[in-house]
DNA sequence: TCTCGCTTTAACGCATTTTTGACGCCGCAC
DNA sequence: GTGCGGCGTCAAAAATGCGTTAAAGCGAGA
């Protein structure tokens, strides 16, 4: 399990860490949005505690461009408890908001219960037929017989699972594998598509693709 | 969807129920926590709106007999603030914890907080008829049936179903699929217009043309 | 430092899609 | 009737996207 802090106060940061850490997570942190939006391309972290009022860009701000890729939980820190900025953020997709100064069990205890309800949906293991993909452990199996994949393959897989039988498009598939920044790269794609292809043959699954639009994972 | 609210209080349930309907909600509610509890069972609402102060059981027991067998999402309501009345709550399985009194449009936003994680969420579809179009998905389904379309030919359908039954000026068609620099590029029009006649043939759809004007799609 | 495995880049042939050009039709104005 | 402009149709040409393969980077661990 690893959370993000993104925090430009370094008490806040220390605070959360021995927190955070304390129950078993691995911590990073970042000062600034920027770093922030990297680290959380770059780490892929499990949740993020997000400050809204950063030095170089605005909180929210933040946040809605991590929603355009990412569904990471995110939980929002605030030294202001104004209505309309609480609102504000749940619209571009907070999960919860806490404002400074705040209560470190309760911080915790509201990060468990988002983490509780994500966990729902992600540790209950992706399965679509013969392919059985385990989340917690980013291992696979088919038919039973595990299946070797690189962290790009797996990636990618579980996106085509978890919409199996429908569409994803380009742009999806390259934000959530490769990263907002690689939207257009979409000859990863077609190399990674590939790979699995080949990784999937003779099984009851198949890769295909709509031309121009992106890929789609069918069970024949 | 359907939200339970329990709470002895008529005026917050009045409140409650007058939010969440304007919201789309169908409400229930109980007014202590016997009768919450056999309303879950019964009705199986997907989200719970529940008061810690009950006349006849303490509401986190309520919650926590809950809990042995339903995992819906649940917004604990309280007078208190006490850290360790949240932490109870919070411990005993409840997804959010918002304190009296609270802003009507605050809560509705952390309802609609759980209810995204919960992933509850369907996108919403253009449709016209026989004729189902999906953004997300860029798919199309004519009479139940995939309706394959190439990226273009998607792109003009889609501008014409959003003002189905409405001319749709060239410069707009050509301004929304080909960019603002085809604006005069007519003639793609044409051949675009005819390859979805083809396309849409034998369905209740017709592309009809407004000369000099632009296009409409009409339902026979 | 070297090796190995993974990711990224590059290159090519092929299929599909988009663009372009050609032609005939129709309605309208002259 | 004739000429003209907008339209529908068709098909060839150009552009784009895809699958495939292989080689070049790159980083972690020996």
Redesign the pocket.
């Known amino acids: 399990m690893t959370a993000l802090i993104i925090d430009d106060e370094i008490q806040i940061r220390r605070l959360l860490r021995m927190a955070l850490e304390s129950k078993g997570y691995t911590v990073r942190d970042a000062e600034i949005g920027q770093m922030g939006l990297q680290e959380a391309v770059f780490h892929k972290p499990d949740v993020i505690l997000l400050d809204l009022g950063l030095p170089d860009m605005d909180g929210v701000e933040v946040l809605k461009r991590l929603r355009e890729w990412s569904t990471v939980p995110v939980l929002i820190l605030s030294v202001r408890d104004q209505e309309a900025v609480k609102l504000a953020a749940f619209d571009a997709g907070a999960d919860d908001y806490v404002s400074k100064p705040f209560s470190t069990a309760e911080l915790i205890a509201r990060l468990t219960a988002i983490q509780r309800r994500q966990g729902c949906h992600e540790a209950a293991n992706l399965q679509l037929g013969p392919l059985v993909l385990d989340p917690a452990h980013h291992e696979a199996s088919l038919n039973g017989q595990p299946l070797?994949l690189?962290?790009?393959?797996y990636a990618l897989l579980a996106q085509l699972v978890r919409h199996a039988g429908k569409v994803v498009t380009?742009k999806q598939l390259l934000r959530a594998v490769?990263g907002p920044q690689a939207e257009e790269?979409?000859?990863?794609?077609?190399?990674?598509?590939?790979h699995l292809?080949k990784k999937l043959e003779g099984s009851a699954l198949e890769i295909k693709?709509e031309?121009?639009?992106g890929y789609r994972l069918d069970q024949r």
Do not use: C, D, F
């Open positions: 070797k690189t962290p790009t393959e380009l490769w790269q979409s000859h990863y794609l077609r190399v990674y598509a590939n292809r693709n031309p121009g639009i």
